[in-house]
C-alpha cells in the first residue's frame, strides 16, 4: 500500500512543478462543510469552551486558551461536564502534575488548555473528540 501513497505524492509534485491542472487528480471538492465552534468564554466561575481535536495519545486540546485559566490557581480541581461525561481534573503544569492515571488539565506549548489523564488515553477513555462542548466549573 506504501507504494501507491509514494506514486500519488510523487505525481501531484510533478504536477505542481510541471504546472498541470489539479483537475487530473479527481473532481473538485464540492462547498465546504462548516461546524459552529463555540467561543470559550468565563462565565461566572465557569469556563465554557469546545474539544477542537485529540492527538494521537488521546490527549483533547481544547479552543479554551491560557487568558481565560489564568484566574484559577494550579491544583485547582475542576468538575468537567459535557453531553456524555462528568467527571473531575486538576489544573497542573504538565502531564505528571498528577499520579499516573488521574485526570488532569494544563495549558500546552500552543496556550491552550489541554486534558489528559497522565500515562492514559483522555479522548478514548470518555469518548470525548472534535466538537464536544464542555463546562469546566471549580469543585465545591
Do not use: W
Request: glycine share 10%.
Amino acid at each position: 500500500m506504501t507504494g501507491c501513497f509514494e506514486e500519488f505524492y510523487a505525481r501531484a509534485i510533478c504536477s505542481l512543478i510541471s504546472e498541470a491542472p489539479g483537475s487530473g487528480f479527481g473532481p473538485l471538492c464540492s462547498s465546504p462543510k462548516t461546524f459552529p465552534v463555540q467561543d470559550p468564554l468565563l462565565k461566572g466561575d465557569s469556563i465554557l469552551g469546545e474539544i477542537l481535536f485529540s492527538d494521537n495519545f488521546g490527549n483533547c486540546i481544547t479552543n479554551i486558551s491560557d487568558s481565560i485559566t489564568a484566574k484559577f490557581p494550579l491544583g485547582t480541581v475542576f468538575t468537567l461536564k459535557s453531553d456524555t461525561l462528568h467527571q473531575n481534573l486538576v489544573l497542573g503544569t504538565t502531564y505528571s502534575s498528577v499520579p499516573v492515571g488521574d485526570n488532569v488539565c494544563f495549558i500546552n506549548s500552543s496556550k491552550l488548555l489541554e486534558l489528559a489523564i497522565n500515562y492514559g488515553n483522555f479522548s478514548g477513555t470518555y469518548h470525548l473528540g472534535a466538537g464536544t462542548r464542555i463546562n469546566l466549573s471549580p469543585k465545591k
